[in-house]
């Protein structure tokens, strides 16, 4: 007779990229009697880094992870917006500073690669997490207090709560019956890493060019990350350059601002592409990550809002524990649909805004921007208050985000 196995858990989390890595922890540190499922993966594929604010920053240390983490952390202590769209009125070149917010750094760059190895081996000694290295399968089976997942491989998953943090493509989000209208931009981002002869200071810059734009963000000493957004076409034409020619455009399109570029990574290219699901959650299924959004990787704005994603639905359900409610019931799920909302779809649109902003052709949109930019310039309370916004929604931060 075949073995079978079947687990009970409080909750399973599908995915184990950073936003399920990181809901796992959370849930399990919180007491819950959690599994994380995922396919093995090589945590050092991913080339990428990730730029995180103080709230997503806070998190991993609230979870523990400082320790490991923080060699790896590169801070951000400025933000440079430089007009490099070429149009009749060139908005003038923008520096915030951390500082003027009380803050040492809005906060951290770190490689992916350290990111998710740090991620998957905390996942692993964790008490009260399982990991089993798997896929689940359709066809989860809706009972009144637990709902039942197969694996792909063998066994069965009974759980309160399914956490869907199986990104873009996600099962979880067709099972609980959601759809996520997805429109996809004529842009393609490149992302490398380069070294440079003059130091970053710590400053990640944004060039505002007409195909989108092109940010710079710190590494470790003379090194940034770099997204480069272009026509699909011309990220196409990038990623067949060879490294001198390559470097020969990267130095062209800094204009200096780094000295002279000597050398960079590996390239990924990546489709920008937008998709907001209509509900957060339904069926003992809420969604996290890019399993309920995706944003182009413009303002470094994806994961940040997937980990505020996380210290929501942790709170959330902590507080149904506590008064013995269902955690995976309907309350929980329309709680966490009308905390997370607002800051999903104002995310989504701001980025969508300043992209639109650079690429269309409509003058008077490019005038906006521009008097926007030099509002910004000049108007201290305006800085500050769009410094905040960018590094956390205004309102209530959740405990997990608190330093
Ligand atoms: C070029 C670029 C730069 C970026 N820079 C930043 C940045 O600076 N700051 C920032 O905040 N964000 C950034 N982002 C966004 C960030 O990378 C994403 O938000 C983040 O990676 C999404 O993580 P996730 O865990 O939600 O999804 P994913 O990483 O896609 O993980 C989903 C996981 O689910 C698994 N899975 C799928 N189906 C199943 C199944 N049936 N069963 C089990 N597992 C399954 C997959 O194998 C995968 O491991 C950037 C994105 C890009 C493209």
Known sequence: MAHVSEHNCDVLVVGTGPAGL????????????????GPAMDPARDTR??????GSVALLHNLGLGPALVPSMVPMTGLR??????????????????????????????????L?????????????????????????????????????????????????????SSLCRREAGIEAPTSPYQQSAVATRFHHTRPHDGISSEFHRK????????????????????????????????????????????????GAVTA???????????????????????????????IPPIGAQGLNLGLRDI?????????????????????????????????VASRAAMVDTLNRSLISDFLPLHLVRGAGL???????WLRRLIMREGLHPSGRVPALMRS
């Open 211 to 258: 195909a989108g734009p092109l940010t710079t963000v710190p590494l470790a000493g003379l090194e940034s990350s770099l997204v480069w957004v272009e026509t699909p076409e011309e990220a196409r034409r990038l990623m067949a350059l060879d490294e001198a020619a390559f470097i020969q455009e990267l130095n062209g399109r800094l204009q200096g601002l780094l």
């Open 311 to 343: 210290a929501t639905l942790v709170e959330l359900i902590t507080r149904a524990r506590g008064l013995a409610a269902d955690i995976g019931g309907e309350t929980v799920l329309e709680a966490y649909e009308t905390e997370r909302r607002s800051d």
């Open 81 to 114: 917006l430089i007009d490099d769209t070429g149009g009749i009125w060139r908005a003038p070149e923008i520096l915030f500073r951390a500082g003027e917010l009380g803050l040492t750094e809005f906060g951290i760059n770190i490689d992916n690669a350290t």
């Open 374 to 380: 030099h509002a910004l310039n000049t108007i201290p």
């Open 116 to 168: 998710n190895t740090v991620l998957l081996a905390a996942a692993r000694t964790q008490r009260g997490l399982r990991l089993i290295e798997d896929t689940v399968a359709p066809g989860f089976g809706l009972g009144a207090n637990t709902t039942t997942v197969k694996l792909g491989g063998v066994g069965t998953i009974s759980t309160r709560l399914v956490v869907g943090a199986d990104g873009r």
């Open 264 to 294: 960079i990574g590996p390239r990924a290219s990546f489709p920008l592409t937008r998709m907001a699901a209509d509900r957060l959650g339904a069926r003992r299924i809420a969604l996290i990550g890019e399993a309920a959004h995706v």
């Open 22 to 37: 990181v809901a796992a922890l959370a849930m399990a540190q919180a007491g819950l009697a959690t599994i994380v499922v």
């Open 49 to 54: 880094t990730t730029a995180l604010f103080t």
